[in-house]
């Protein structure tokens, strides 16, 4: 037991003012004349031990009186097991963390009420039962651990809404509990108030000891869910994958496109298709102007309406006037031809590629013969290009984030591409080293397109690769990349010209609404409790919930006071 | 405005408020004779001696009815013990009756004095020689039974002349006593009995196995009879100078009920000898103290 008022204990000499009065009192009682003193004294006789019983009663309720109201000054507190949480608990000082699962399924409408309204109340509820020496954090869906005051973290759940992000779930519960581990304080605790989410849960596993972890149980039903899962415009049309929960039906899907330059409401629409979740469908897009096309694919209202919309971009540019010299190998002019069919590309001057370096914008292979290096890098000085080939590299595999299609494809030979500006404008990369370079109109790749260099060739990408080397690398204009983010499009321009964009949207695995099963739960939450409403409102702070018993003090107190005034105001 | 005819059933302290002892004791007496229309007191014989006049009060059965035929006036016939009925009166004088417990009231030994005064009355003219004695620690005024003319002034004179005394000694008196009467008479003991009960027991025991008839009149004021005070006092006896320290209020229930147990004891131990008992409080109207006499 520890008191919040220590001091109100030295209160606890006035305990012996009751024995005091009792002795003042009898000091010097008024005398008067009573003849039938004989009865008096029969009386006295036959009620000594009542009296005395009753005077050392009333003078333990009397002392008891005081010592209880001067203990309720210290306000004293006491260790109380799990349950209830009165207006008199208190806990012991506890670093908790509330993880609040606000990503995009947490807005799912269940039982008529936003899932993330009910989350949000029971972090306010743990945040709310939090005391001044507590140490706190909010782990929102962007997995940052907020630390502040109870006030502020509540303002921050009060404010939070659904974001398009998707919550590691294991990795933010791992990171929140290492956290509070870390506090010097009797008690640790973590709130996950999450949906749940089957696909919020990885291989992970939280095992953080000397932490209570406290698991909100998942619903009980959660709605069949579809979500359009990406959108994107490629020579083959519109391709669309919807997700969800499997084995829901399909939904119809509508695709809008809105011409560049033009406002959202000019929109029209460019096709209708029907998708279930897990499958994929390619949608035509009619012929489009040259230009940045925004568009739209939409799916029927439910009850998570954040994926019910993706946005998507569609480049349509003129197909690049390409040339190539005779050295580029057979590889590259048979792709050329089946691009020159597809109208990908045309014969021209705009772009050269081959083992020299072009008037215009050129893709330079590494010529053949070794000896003329030292030719081509003193074009490419010439020309002002900052990278030049350099010795020869060791084999590798292609790395790069722009193009997909060459990921992992063994690079056999190939010359170290050296360069006066550090990595500026490196695309890929072999053994973390520049293996296709860009700087100003020239493309330098550090292989030869050809079987004995390089696995490329015989690769499915490989006519891609050289399209986009053709339409797109060369002219310096960025992939269309997807991100996670509120839905919107965001060009990347240089100069006058955009050169690229990223197509914002909500994370697709949220739109699968299934929670995780019970071993999945406890496979990632070996030590947690998973508990209901009720029985995490009982279990905040239980290990070291004290009571302030000062009002139950109090009430006995009166009780004492109430006994006292009956024995003292009977005479029998 | 006071019905003198009926001072009787007024309030004592009140009463005693309108003159000295004659005169109260002769105005209860008349109130009280009105109101019963016969003596109280029957002697013990039918043996005819005399007639005497009439008086308020006197039973109508002894009313010579010949001689109010012939002579249309009433006389009341006398028998031969009644005539010779000896009644001894012993007043407790002693120091605890001079206490009351309200200035309002009488102290017992106020109404004790009046109430003997008007009981002497009474009996004297019934023609019964009346005598008084009064006792503390010893026996301070004897005054014979007599039935002759100024019997009554001396006797209000014996109670007027005995002051306060001291402590109480019933048992010494009432043996002095049995040596006063002779013949078997009634002796009539006003005390608030603050003394040894066994010895004034045996004493009275004595009276009766000498063939007296014995009415005991335990005079009390109503203080006595329930405990109040101040929250904590010290009690005094006036007696005995002993005391004791009391917290009235929590000790009110037991007294009450040792006070009820003493009377009992008394009524009771007080039937088993043929003695007549009776409690009277001095806020009783003296005529209902008389009655109980009857």
Redesign the interface.
């Known amino acids: 037991m520890t008191f919040l008022h220590p001091l109100a204990l030295l209160g606890l000499a006035a305990v012996a003012i009751p024995a005091l009065l009792h002795l003042l009192e009898r000091r010097t009682p008024p005398e008067a004349e009573f003849p039938p003193l004989r009865y008096l004294r029969d009386a006295e006789r036959q009620s000594a031990r009542r009296l005395r019983l009753r005077h050392l009663l009333l003078l333990i309720l009397r002392t008891a009186l005081v010592a209880v109201i001067v203990l309720a000054a210290a306000r004293p507190i006491v260790p109380i097991g799990g349950g209830g949480s009165g207006s008199g608990a208190v806990h012991a000082p506890t670093a908790l963390a509330v993880v609040l699962d606000n990503s995009l399924s947490a807005s799912a409408v269940v039982d008529g009420r936003p899932v993330l309204d009910r989350l949000k109340a029971l972090a306010r509820a743990s945040l709310a039962q939090a005391a001044p020496a507590d140490r706190l954090w909010l782990v929102l869906a962007d997995g940052v651990a907020r630390a502040g005051s109870r006030e502020a973290l509540l303002a921050s759940v009060d404010g939070a809404t659904a974001t398009p992000q998707r919550l590691e779930l294991v990795p933010a519960v791992e990171r929140a509990a290492r956290l509070v581990a870390a506090e010097p304080l009797p008690a640790r605790e973590v709130h996950v108030l999450s949906d749940l989410q089957h696909t919020a849960f990885g291989a992970g596993r939280v095992d953080v000891p000397g932490v209570t972890e406290l698991v909100l149980a998942p619903p009980a039903r959660v709605p069949a869910n579809r979500g359009v899962a990406a959108a994107r415009a490629g020579e083959g049309g519109l391709t669309i994958a919807v997700s969800g929960t499997p084995g829901a039906s399909p939904t119809p899907l509508v695709a809008r496109l809105q011409p560049p330059g033009n406002a959202p409401a000019r929109a029209r629409e460019a096709g209708r298709t029907l998708a279930a979740p897990g499958q994929s469908v390619t949608l035509p897009l009619p012929p489009l102007a040259p230009g940045w096309w925004i568009g739209e694919v939409l799916l029927d209202a439910d009850e998570l309406r954040g994926d019910d919309r993706r946005l998507f971009v569609a480049r349509v540019a003129e197909p690049a006037r390409v040339t190539a010299d005779a050295g580029v190998g057979p590889f590259v002019s048979a792709a050329l031809a089946v691009l020159r069919v597809a109208k990908r590309v045309v014969a021209g001057g705009e772009v050269s590629i081959g083992e020299r370096l072009g008037a215009a914008r050129s893709v330079v292979l590494p010529p053949g013969d070794p000896a003329l290096l030292g030719q081509v890098n003193r074009a490419l000085a010439a020309r002002g290009v900052r990278w030049h080939f350099g010795s020869p590299g060791p084999p590798g595999t292609i790395a790069s984030a722009d193009l997909a299609m060459v990921r992992g494809v063994q690079v056999n030979r190939r010359y170290r591409l050296e360069g006066t500006e550090g990595d500026s404008g490196v695309v890929a990369t072999v053994n973390g080293e520049p293996w296709l370079v860009r700087d100003g109109g020239v493309v330098l790749l550090g292989s030869r397109l050809d079987t004995t260099w390089t696995a490329l060739p015989a690769a499915p990408g490989f006519v891609p690769f050289v399209d986009a080397l053709a339409n797109r690398i060369v002219r310096g204009e960025a992939p269309v990349t997807e991100a996670v983010g509120a839905p919107r499009v965001q060009f990347v321009t240089r100069g006058a010209d955009t050169v690229g964009a990223t197509v914002f949207g909500p994370d697709p695995r949220e739109s699968d609404l299934t929670p995780a099963t019970a071993d999945e739960l406890r496979r990632a939450f070996p030590d947690a409790r998973v508990l209901g409403d009720a029985g995490l409102a009982a279990e905040r702070f239980a290990g070291t919930r004290r009571a302030d018993v000062s009002g139950l003090l109090l009430g006995l107190g009166l009780l004492l006071a109430a006994i006292e005034l009956a024995v003292a105001s009977t005479s029998r | 405005m006071v019905d003198s005819r009926r001072l009787d059933l007024l309030d004592p302290a009140e009463v005693a408020g309108l003159g000295g002892i004659e005169i109260v004791a002769q105005g209860v007496v008349e109130g009280f004779l009105a109101g019963i229309h016969r003596s109280p007191f029957r002697g013990f014989s039918v043996e005819f001696t005399e007639h005497r006049a009439y008086q308020p009060g006197d039973e109508l059965r002894y009313l010579d009815w010949k001689i109010l035929a012939r002579a249309d006036r009433l006389f009341v016939k006398q028998f031969e013990e009644e005539t010779n009925l000896r009644a001894m009166i012993l007043l407790d004088a002693s120091?605890?009756m001079a206490?009351r417990g309200d200035p309002a009231r009488l102290t017992k030994r106020g109404y004790a004095d009046r109430l003997v005064a008007a009981l002497a009355l009474i009996l004297l003219r019934q023609r019964d020689a009346t005598g008084l004695m009064t006792f503390d620690e010893a026996v301070r005024q004897v005054i014979p039974a007599r039935v002759k003319a100024g019997q009554w002034t001396r006797l209000v004179r014996g109670l007027i002349d005995t002051p306060d005394g001291l402590g109480t000694a019933a048992e010494a008196a009432l043996r002095q006593l049995s040596g006063l009467l002779a013949r078997r008479g009634l002796v009539v003991l006003v005390s608030?009995l603050?003394l040894d009960r066994e010895l004034a027991l045996t004493a009275l025991r004595y009276l009766r196995h000498r063939g007296h008839q014995v009415i005991v009149l335990h005079v009390m004021d109503p203080a006595?009879l329930d405990?109040a005070?101040?929250p904590?006092?010290?009690?005094?006896?006036?007696?005995?100078a002993?005391?004791?320290?009391?917290r009235p209020?929590?000790?009110?229930?037991?007294?009450a009920?040792?006070?009820r147990r003493?009377i009992a004891a008394w009524r009771s131990a007080c039937r088993r000898h043929g003695v007549a008992y009776h409690h009277i409080r001095t806020d009783m109207p003296f005529g209902m103290a008389l009655r109980l006499l009857t």
């Open positions: 120091r605890s206490w608030d603050l006595e405990l005070g101040p904590e006092v010290r009690f005094r006896d006036p007696e005995s002993a005391s004791v320290v009391v209020r929590e000790l009110a229930e037991a007294y009920a040792t006070v003493e």
